[in-house]
């Protein structure tokens, strides 16, 4: 295993990057030109009512779609190989390949006239506009003046509302700074001296839930103030449930209260397994919210 992880370029991952703001152009490219295919004036909005151009429109729209469904599967196909060989989660790895005949299969139906996959289609563009911005973007320093990444901003403030439920049900882990240079790390003292370290990274801020939801709520076909007030009752929610998930997670691997088949979870998630931790004689085990 460990000589097919090396095998995978350490550039793939840019590259990914990349691809993924193409594919999410793609997919707002064809919703835009599906929705101003459609009659102003159709009492339904329904497909029907397109007409003439509008109907052309239509059919560059499907193909643009089409197509943006494909690359989605090349993306998903190029990311197999960093879930399953250098981050060593068979779960997501085994996730990434099923998505690559989903959208395919998405692609091809949307190709052969399933018009309900447009709605589909916007989802996704809306959802990688949401996401993609805490995925990919960058810290810049303008005129000596640092702006985070926004990841780290949306990490930190996690972390923080983490460790404020933390201490609210009596664990006062140590809060320091975790591989990626953020504050986002709980250090926990387990009572035989190991060291046990709680990360919350992106996958633990309920942004890619959040993104979802918020992408279906605007896709459909509905007024805008029921889709506004969808979306005031589902982030919020989501968003707390998040933070109950996180400081359960903290609190249970902080004190190890959930030592259930722990080599079968290590290996199913890719987890760390307990090693030396630098600088010291006792050991460490890490872990996040998501494995």
């Not at 640092?146 to 933390?166: C, D, K, N, S, Y």
């Not at 633990?204 to 979306?231: D, E, H, N, Q, Y």
């Not at 931790?277 to 006792?282: F, K, L, V």
Request: net charge positive; hydrophobic share 50%; proline share 5%.
């Amino acid at each position: 295993m460990a000589g097919i992880a090396d095998a995978v370029p350490p550039w793939l991952l840019n590259v990914t990057d990349v691809l993924a703001w193409v594919v999410i152009g793609a997919f707002v490219l064809g919703a835009v030109l599906e929705l101003t295919a459609r009659r102003g004036d159709a009492p339904d909005g329904s497909l029907a009512a397109v007409v003439g151009a509008g109907r052309r429109r239509l059919e560059h729209a499907r193909r643009v779609s089409t197509g943006a469904w494909g690359l989605f599967a090349l993306f998903w196909l190029l990311l197999f190989p960093h879930f399953a060989f250098v981050h060593k989660s068979y779960v997501e790895g085994v996730l990434a390949l099923i998505a690559v005949p989903a959208s395919l299969y998405a692609g091809y139906l949307l190709w052969q006239g399933r018009d309900t996959l447009f709605v589909l289609s916007r989802a996704t563009a809306i959802m990688g506009l949401i996401y993609l911005p805490f995925e990919t973007i960058p810290a810049v320093e303008i005129a000596g003046l640092r702006i985070p990444a926004p990841r780290q901003v949306l990490i930190e403030i996690v972390t923080t509302q983490t460790g404020w439920l933390m201490d609210f049900f009596g664990a006062h882990p140590e809060l320091i700074t975790g591989p990626q240079g953020y504050q986002n790390t709980y250090e926990f003292v387990a009572s035989d001296g190991q060291i046990l370290h709680f990360s919350v990274v992106l996958a633990c801020t309920g942004l890619g839930s959040i993104a979802i939801f918020a992408g279906l709520i605007a896709a459909v076909r509905a007024p805008l103030r029921r889709k506004l007030r969808a979306l005031s009752v589902a982030v919020p929610v989501i968003y707390g449930l998040n933070l109950v998930r996180t400081t359960f997670i903290g609190i249970t691997f902080g004190q190890q209260l959930l030592h259930v088949y722990p080599d079968l979870v290590l290996t199913m998630f890719g987890a760390l397994t307990p090693t030396a931790s630098p600088g010291t004689s006792r050991t460490a085990s890490s872990a996040n919210c998501w494995r």
